[in-house]
C-alpha cells in the first residue's frame, strides 16, 4: 500500500490525514508489517510550485527519510519508493542514499523510479526537465552499476561518468530491484526494457491486458530474459458495509466479495496490487488493514476461483 499523510494529493487524501502525526504513520506502517502487507511505499517531490498547490498541497515528505524511519520499526514488510524522480539527482547520490536504506532495513528495499511531472522543481535544481525521460534511461543503467557489489563502481554514459570512486555501505541485495512507474508509451517501454517490475498509473481495468500485453512484447523484443514484475493499483476499498458515503468507485463489501474482484487483476496477469482503504480516523484506517489481511488477503491466492 501507499502510505497516507506522507503525501496527501486532494485526488486521495483523506481529511483526517491534513492534522496526523509521526505517530500516525507508524501506527499505520506497524499495521501493515503485522497484517502480512508485501510493501510500504512513499513518493517523491522535492517542492511543490503555488499554480499547483491546490491540487497536489505541499506535503510530500522525503522517501528516503522517511522509509528509512519506518525500517526501524517495523520488522518484515518491503520498503518501496513510488515513485523516486532519481532525475533530479545525481545517480551518485541516489545510490549512497538508498543503499544505505537497504542496508540497514536488511535488503528489504525495492527502489521504484519514474520521470517525473513538475517542470519547476527540476529547473529549481538544475535538472534537464524536457530531457527527462532519456536522462531517466541513463539514471537506471547508472544506479544498476552504482547500487551493485562493486565498493568502486565503473560507468560512462553520455551525460553520467563516473570511476574511482568507493561508496559502502553496499546494498544487502546482490541485485536491489528497480520498478519503474508510468503509463505513458515511454514509461511501459522503459519498465519493459529496464525494470524488474512495472507500477503502472492508474490504468483502469479495461486497458491494464493491453498495456500489460505491450510490456510483455516490448521485453521479448528487447532480448529480456528476466520475469518481470507487473503491478496494478485497484480502486479504493472499504472491508465491510461502511454505512456512510465512501464514493461510487469504491469496491465495499464482504470479504469475499473483495476477492472475487481483486482476484480479477491476477487474471489480467497482475503479479501485486496496491490498494487504499476509505478511512475516516487512523483507526478506522487500521481496522481496515487487519480486516483486510485476515480476511481478504487468505481469498486471493485460490486458483479454484
Given at each position: 500500500?501507499?502510505?497516507?499523510?506522507?503525501?496527501?494529493?486532494?485526488?486521495?487524501?483523506?481529511?483526517?490525514?491534513?492534522?496526523?502525526?509521526?505517530?500516525?504513520?507508524?501506527?499505520?506502517?506497524?499495521?501493515?508489517?503485522?497484517?502480512?502487507?508485501?510493501?510500504?511505499?512513499?513518493?517523491?517531490?522535492?517542492?511543490?510550485p503555488r499554480r499547483l498547490a491546490e491540487g497536489m498541497s505541499t506535503v510530500w515528505y522525503d522517501p528516503v527519510a522517511t522509509l528509512a524511519y519506518l525500517a526501524g520499526i517495523t520488522e518484515r514488510v518491503l520498503l518501496l519508493s513510488h515513485v523516486a524522480v532519481v532525475g533530479l539527482r545525481h545517480p551518485?547520490?541516489?545510490?549512497?542514499q538508498y543503499a544505505t536504506l537497504d542496508h540497514l532495513s536488511g535488503g528489504r528495499l525495492i527502489l521504484g523510479v519514474g520521470a517525473g511531472h513538475v517542470r519547476e522543481e527540476f529547473e529549481?535544481?538544475?535538472?534537464?526537465?524536457?530531457?527527462?525521460?532519456?536522462?531517466?534511461?541513463?539514471t537506471i543503467d547508472a544506479l544498476r552499476?552504482?547500487?551493485?557489489?562493486?565498493?568502486?563502481?565503473?560507468?560512462?554514459?553520455?551525460?553520467?561518468?563516473?570511476?574511482?570512486?568507493?561508496?559502502?555501505p553496499r546494498p544487502a541485495q546482490e541485485r536491489l530491484p528497480v520498478w519503474v512507474g508510468g503509463s505513458s508509451p515511454a514509461a511501459v517501454r522503459r519498465a519493459a526494457v529496464r525494470g524488474d517490475g512495472w507500477l503502472?498509473?492508474?490504468?483502469?481495468?479495461?486497458?491494464?491486458?493491453?498495456?500489460?500485453?505491450?510490456?510483455?512484447?516490448?521485453?521479448?523484443?528487447?532480448?529480456?530474459?528476466e520475469p518481470i514484475v507487473i503491478g496494478a493499483i485497484t480502486?479504493?476499498?472499504?472491508?465491510?458495509?461502511?454505512?456512510?458515503?465512501?464514493?461510487?468507485?469504491?469496491?465495499?463489501?464482504?470479504?469475499?466479495?473483495?476477492a472475487a474482484s481483486l482476484r480479477e487483476?491476477?487474471?489480467?496477469?497482475v503479479h501485486q496490487i496496491q490498494v487504499r482503504f476509505r478511512?475516516?480516523?487512523v483507526a478506522e484506517l487500521t481496522d481496515q488493514i487487519a480486516a483486510f489481511g485476515a480476511d481478504v488477503a487468505p481469498h486471493l491466492d485460490r486458483s479454484d476461483q
Open positions: 500500500m501507499q502510505l497516507p499523510i506522507q503525501s496527501q494529493s486532494a485526488l486521495y487524501a483523506e481529511p483526517w490525514e491534513a492534522s496526523a502525526a509521526p505517530a500516525d504513520l507508524a501506527r499505520i506502517a506497524r499495521a501493515a508489517d503485522r497484517s502480512g502487507f508485501a510493501y510500504i511505499a512513499s513518493c517523491d517531490h522535492i517542492a511543490i551518485l547520490i541516489t545510490a549512497k529549481a535544481v538544475g535538472a534537464d526537465f524536457d530531457g527527462r525521460g532519456p536522462v531517466l534511461d541513463e552499476v552504482a547500487l551493485g557489489p562493486e565498493e568502486y563502481p565503473e560507468f560512462a554514459g553520455e551525460r553520467f561518468s563516473f570511476g574511482g570512486l568507493g561508496q559502502l503502472p498509473q492508474g490504468d483502469p481495468r479495461d486497458r491494464l491486458p493491453a498495456q500489460i500485453a505491450r510490456v510483455h512484447a516490448l521485453r521479448a523484443e528487447a532480448g529480456v530474459e480502486e479504493p476499498l472499504y472491508v465491510g458495509e461502511p454505512g456512510w458515503a465512501v464514493g461510487r468507485r469504491t469496491l465495499a463489501g464482504k470479504p469475499e466479495e473483495l487483476y491476477a487474471a489480467m496477469g478511512s475516516r480516523s
